[in-house]
């Protein structure tokens, strides 16, 4: 698993986010692959309505971890990408 730390302008207006926004993310990709990891955040961002999607910060999520009950209890958001593949997190500036 992987953890993202990215970027993406709006594509269009939504909800309180206008066109031409700038927005951080936390993207948590269950894959083992950095390459592929790194191609599905961006997609999964674009699908989202971003775009200009940038990578600031990436963090690899130990096997041992990933598969500590504990540690997936007190993180949901790592409990979330493992029963789903992903997830997408966006942060207010």
């Known amino acids: 698993m992987y953890i993202f730390s990215a970027n993406g302008t709006a594509r269009a207006d939504r909800d309180d986010i206008k ?9 948590y990709i269950d894959f083992l692959d950095l390459f592929g990891a790194e191609q599905l955040c961006k997609i999964y ?7 200009d999607i940038e990578i600031e ?17 007190a993180d949901k958001a790592m409990k979330a990408a493992i029963e789903g593949g992903y997830m997408i997190q966006m942060f207010d500036e």
């Open 57 to 73: 910060k990436r963090k690899f999520v130990e096997e041992k971890l990933r598969n500590d009950p504990r540690v997936v209890e």
């Open 45 to 51: 961002l674009m699908r989202a309505g971003f775009t």
């Open 19 to 27: 066109k031409g926004d700038k927005k951080p993310f936390i993207v």
